[in-house]
């Protein structure tokens, strides 16, 4: 296998609707998240707010505001349904990935068609094929990106390549990036599920220290009500962001990249690196099929 190779190779160069399905992902993820961070802060602010209360007609219209504001929140996120584009717009465009590596690859389903121009044309009905399963994602596509060519220069080049040029391109720039991601992800979600549980257990420790306080000194008003909800909110952050799940889930993967990294040295011919195509492929796409399914629960 060739150690280097003249070509570089970066998401820019996939496919119109990779773009437009991730910047669609991305949106909604960010209306999602941003929407449950407004429930909370309202929620919380609701509660602070009545327990500041002097029992005045103004405080408890504005605590009762807040409250509305939540049910708003939750209503509109119920009624449209942000987290839906997010999970179907990443799968689309994880899917669209897999199927651009496999192209330029030449790996299976693409293997068995020589012919460039048959080759791109089952591509093309591949990716629409994708789009026709995912009819839902509809306006969240932008438009800006969908001009884009589903086959790029820098695709075609790669996939024209001699098998031990692709090869090295498949593993610099789809299996070694991977890697390098989840390793990064693993990291990051750890250390972020440390964090957010400390914050849950303080608060938790808070509101027994006040509970207990208040049995000796009835007559002080404590916001014990207050840091309850603020439990509850980091309780519900963690279920949503479920780092703790996700950290392991990506170690694992992580780990699954690795020993597949060390097959790339076996591809010794056309149907070798399909295989070692097709076995990091399904490894990717396991992983997301799981995640996929613990946002749905």
């Given at each position: 296998?060739p150690?280097e190779i003249?070509?570089?190779?970066?998401?820019?160069?996939?496919?119109?609707?990779?773009?437009?399905?991730?910047?669609?992902?991305?949106?909604?993820?960010?209306?999602?998240?941003?929407?449950?961070k407004?429930?909370?802060?309202?929620?919380?602010?609701?509660?602070?707010?009545?327990y500041?209360s002097t029992?005045?007609?103004?405080?408890?219209?504005?605590?009762?505001t807040?409250?509305?504001?939540s049910?708003?929140?939750?209503?509109?996120?119920?009624?449209?349904?942000?987290?839906?584009?997010?999970?179907?717009?990443r799968?689309?465009?994880e899917s669209?990935?897999?199927?651009?590596?496999?192209?330029?690859?030449?790996?299976?389903?693409?293997?068995?068609?020589?012919?460039h121009?048959?080759?791109?044309?089952?591509?093309?009905?591949?990716?629409?094929?994708?789009?026709?399963?995912?009819?839902?994602?509809?306006?969240?596509?932008?438009?800006?990106?969908?001009?884009?060519?589903?086959?790029t220069?820098?695709?075609?080049?790669?996939?024209?390549?001699?098998?031990?040029?692709?090869?090295?391109?498949?593993?610099?720039?789809?299996?070694d990036e991977?890697?390098l991601?989840?390793?990064?992800?693993?990291?990051?979600?750890?250390?972020?599920?440390v964090i957010?549980?400390?914050?849950?257990?303080?608060?938790h420790a808070?509101a027994?220290?006040?509970?207990?306080f208040?049995?000796?000194?009835?007559?002080?008003?404590?916001?014990?009500?207050?840091?309850?909800?603020c439990?509850?909110?980091?309780?519900?952050?963690?279920?949503?962001?479920?780092?703790?799940?996700?950290?392991?889930?990506?170690?694992?993967?992580?780990?699954?990249?690795?020993?597949?990294?060390?097959e790339?040295?076996?591809?010794?011919?056309?149907?070798?690196l399909?295989?070692?195509v097709i076995?990091?492929e399904?490894?990717?796409?396991?992983?997301?099929?799981?995640?996929?399914?613990?946002?749905?629960?």
């Amino acid at each position: 296998m060739p150690e280097e190779i003249n070509v570089n190779f970066d998401s820019s160069d996939l496919p119109g609707l990779y773009h437009s399905a991730n910047e669609a992902s991305l949106t909604a993820q960010g209306k999602y998240l941003l929407a449950l961070k407004a429930y909370m802060f309202f929620l919380v602010l609701a509660s602070l707010v009545a327990y500041l209360s002097t029992d005045s007609a103004n405080t408890a219209i504005a605590s009762a505001t807040l409250f509305l504001v939540s049910i708003g929140i939750t209503i509109w996120l119920n009624v449209k349904k942000p987290e839906d584009i997010w999970y179907n717009g990443r799968a689309v465009a994880e899917s669209v990935k897999t199927r651009a590596w496999r192209w330029m690859m030449k790996a299976e389903p693409y293997d068995n068609t020589p012919e460039h121009d048959l080759a791109s044309k089952e591509f093309i009905t591949d990716l629409k094929q994708i789009l026709e399963q995912n009819r839902s994602l509809g306006e969240a596509i932008g438009e800006g990106e969908s001009v884009k060519e589903p086959i790029t220069e820098n695709m075609q080049a790669i996939r024209q390549m001699p098998y031990q040029e692709r090869a090295v391109v498949y593993k610099k720039y789809r299996v070694d990036e991977q890697a390098l991601w989840y390793w990064k992800k693993t990291k990051y979600n750890k250390k972020m599920a440390v964090i957010w549980f400390s914050v849950m257990v303080a608060l938790h420790a808070l509101a027994i220290f006040l509970l207990l306080f208040k049995i000796k000194s009835p007559t002080i008003k404590l916001p014990v009500e207050v840091v309850a909800v603020c439990a509850s909110s980091v309780l519900g952050w963690l279920q949503t962001k479920k780092h703790k799940e996700l950290s392991a889930s990506y170690a694992l993967t992580a780990q699954e990249i690795s020993l597949i990294r060390g097959e790339a040295s076996y591809v010794n011919s056309e149907e070798s690196l399909s295989d070692f195509v097709i076995d990091s492929e399904n490894a990717f796409s396991r992983e997301h099929t799981q995640w996929f399914a613990r946002k749905k629960e």
